[in-house]
């Protein structure tokens, strides 16, 4: 009587074990064909495995998101504005108003 139940579950088990072995199978073909691929420069993968240009225009592409990605965090409304390159008229007004701004907290600093 018990050992009919085990032998029930035993079929079931076998048959799962059966069915990953088939997916194992499958899986393991698929790496086959990916590394003949990567072997024989076929490809993206192959190339970026092979070529160093390909590997260098990656690399810089990342290093100047990078770049670009501190360049917007140090200063977000560049993006909008971009960078403005201060005239000789705006760096005398920016040092005139530096000059007003001294004096007022000069002054400011000796009333209290």
Do not use: C, W
Request: no cysteine.
């Amino acid at each position: 009587r018990q050992v009919e139940p085990l032998l029930a579950r035993g079929e079931d088990v076998m048959k799962m074990i059966s069915g990953l072995s088939e997916e194992a199978d499958g899986v393991v073909k698929e790496l086959k064909l990916l590394l003949a691929a990567l072997n024989a420069s076929k490809g993206t993968g192959g190339k970026l495995v092979y070529e160093d240009a390909l590997y260098e225009n990656i690399n810089e592409l990342l290093e100047s998101g990078t770049s670009l990605v501190q360049m917007l965090e140090e200063n977000p409304s560049s993006l909008i504005f971009g960078k403005r390159k201060k005239k000789k008229a705006d760096d005398e007004e920016e040092s005139e108003s530096s000059y007003k701004r001294t004096r007022f907290q000069g002054r400011h600093k000796a009333a209290n």
